[in-house]
Nanobody, 121 residues
């Protein structure tokens, strides 16, 4: 079992910055990919950014150039640096990891509890 704990959300003015963190714990052999999703009120959850085991990143068009996903060397924590925030970035942000406990174990999807990001205009 793997637990993901997020931190770093909050209230910020438009144009401001925030950094979200996600820390994984439990029986972990690898996590691939690591990612961030968000869900705004009355909208579906959407992909924000992912990073895979090779360090390749992918971003939603709406955040390209403003958000950066990264991870630590131990590959059990990952981050989302957000700059030039806009009111439309307001949402609950969830970290996601696809993890397995050993080289022969299946992968399972895990989610954090969510952290609120509110951008005021």
């Amino acid at each position: 079992q793997v637990q993901l704990v997020e931190s770093g959300g909050g209230l910020v003015q438009a144009g401001g910055s925030l950094r979200l963190s996600c820390a994984a714990s439990g029986t972990i052999f690898s996590i691939n990919p690591m990612g961030w999703y968000r869900q705004a009120p009355r909208k579906q959850r959407e992909l924000v950014a992912t990073i895979d085991s090779g360090g390749r990143t992918d971003y939603a068009d709406s955040v390209k150039g403003r958000f950066t996903i990264s991870r630590d060397n131990a590959k059990t924590s990952w981050y989302l640096q957000m700059i030039s925030l806009k009111p439309e970035d307001t949402a609950v942000y969830y970290c996601h990891g696809r993890s397995r406990a050993s080289p022969i174990s299946p992968f399972y999807n895990y989610w954090g509890q969510g952290t609120q990001v509110t951008v005021s205009s």
